[in-house]
């Protein structure tokens, strides 16, 4: 079984900065794309940023030079470092892995999600 768990998150003033972290463990082979997704209630979830094996990133333009994405390979962990945050900021952010499991199977995984709340 492979899962991914989410921590950080929380609530802070418009203009601060918090730092998410999603680890995956079980028994993995690799892990290929890392990202974050949020969404809003009501709303899709949309894509924040992802991260690829190769270290190449992506950012939603809402958020780009404010939030930086990374990977430890060796600890199959990814952050997600939001600075500079706004009131629109406030969703629940997941993080999604795509996984190459040890019997060679290839699944994508959710985060169980983590709210952050920008207050004005």
């Known amino acids: 079984q492979v899962q991914l768990v989410e921590s950080g998150g929380g609530l802070v003033q418009a203009g601060g900065s918090l730092r998410l972290s999603c680890a995956a463990s079980?028994?993995?082979?690799?892990?290929?794309?890392l990202g974050w997704y949020r969404q809003d209630p009501g709303k899709q979830r949309e894509l924040v940023a992802f991260?690829?094996?190769?270290?190449?990133?992506n950012y939603a333009d809402s958020v780009k030079g404010r939030f930086t994405i990374s990977r430890d390979n060796a600890k199959n962990t990814v952050y997600l470092q939001m600075n500079s945050l706004k009131p629109e900021d406030t969703a629940v952010y997941f993080c999604?892995?795509?996984?190459?499991?040890?019997?060679?199977?290839?699944?994508?995984?959710w985060g169980q999600g983590a709210q952050v709340t920008v207050s004005s």
């Open positions: 999604n892995a795509l996984v190459t499991t040890k019997s060679w199977s290839t699944v994508n995984l």
């Open positions: 079980g028994s993995i082979f690799s892990i290929n794309r």
């Open positions: 991260i690829t094996n190769s270290g190449n990133t």
